[in-house]
């Protein structure tokens, strides 16, 4: 087997529509936090499983849709890449649970926050896209963010939550570098195997006929919309976007998830949480202001 040539920077152009793609799947994904608490008192592990089955039902269907009897060669086609893309988004979906369940949830945010040095270390070690300071200290500006957003209850977990918390974050920088590193092949299909592998592993601990009707179409909603599309977006973008970029731009997820509770059901962010989230948008704006003003210089 051949192995993929390491990525030549991208062009302006597609860097751009990469992470506008990104960012639209960061907001989408950050309505999670809304939907959870809509949902009530229904339990996590069916939650995943059904977020998991409906996504899985979507992006079936889009892809049948999209690629009509192609879809076939699509899976054939993902190879070994697309397993470990397969396996990065269904650890780190199952994974984010566990560690919710094991550690607090400040605690298991502020190990997810390092998901875009991840990303950048390992971009530069593997694919030899070495990011800018400029980069790094948009990364290190943003988890400092997010550490005084949960600065409140930091610490307050356990090791095991924490080591698996990490698992999210080595997960997510896995997958968004193996995208990037096989920018030819399509991983629609990764994320459809990523989200059954999900749905499987949590089907033991799952209750699925617990929810009401009305649970069950907001389900739909949080399955098919919000993750399955989400990924379905994400997925195109992350391979047309340096690694760190990427992983960067999808620290929105976290930030605005408290602005949309805030915002539908009135609870109200605390001071640590407005400032933390100051701190990152700035930062990502900065860094945007920045690498738009170098682009120029770039060369394609």
């Not at 592990?45 to 892809?63: E, K, P």
């Not at 602005?259 to 930062?283: D, H, K, Q, R």
């Amino acid at each position: 087997m051949t192995t993929a040539a390491a990525p030549t920077a991208p062009a302006p152009t597609a860097r751009r529509n990469g992470l506008l793609l990104v960012t639209l799947s960061a907001v989408m994904w950050s309505t999670g936090g809304l939907i959870v608490r809509i949902l009530g008192s229904l339990d996590s592990w069916t939650v995943v499983f059904w977020r998991s089955v409906f996504a899985a039902a979507f992006l079936i269907v889009f892809m049948l849709a999209r690629d009509g009897r192609r879809t076939g060669d699509l899976f054939r086609r993902m190879g070994r890449p697309g397993l470990i893309v397969a396996g990065c988004f269904a650890t780190a979906s199952v994974a984010l649970i566990v560690a919710l369940n094991l550690t607090s949830v400040a605690d298991a945010l502020i190990i997810m926050s390092s998901a875009p040095l991840v990303a950048a270390l390992l971009a530069w070690a593997v694919l030899g896209e070495r990011p800018s300071m400029h980069a790094f200290l948009a990364i290190f500006a943003c988890m400092t963010g997010v550490a005084i957003m949960v600065s409140g209850a930091w610490g307050h977990g356990t090791i095991t939550g924490d080591l698996v918390a990490l698992l999210i974050a080595l997960g997510y920088g896995i997958a968004i570098v193996t995208m990037r590193r096989h920018p030819d092949i399509r991983m629609t299909p990764a994320v459809f195997a990523g989200t059954g592998i999900a749905a499987l592993a949590v089907l033991p601990l799952a209750a699925p006929l617990s929810p009401t009707l009305p649970q069950l179409a907001l389900l739909v909603v949080f399955g098919a919309f919000q993750l399955g599309l989400g990924l379905a977006i994400f997925v195109t973008g992350a391979r047309l976007a340096p690694a760190a970029d990427v992983a960067l731009i999808s620290t929105l997820e976290p930030i605005l998830g408290p602005l949309w509770v805030w915002l539908v059901i009135g609870e109200t962010p605390g001071l640590a949480a407005l400032a933390g989230g100051a701190i990152v948008i700035a930062a990502l704006i900065g860094y945007t202001i920045v690498t738009r003003r170098r682009q120029p210089c770039t060369t394609t």
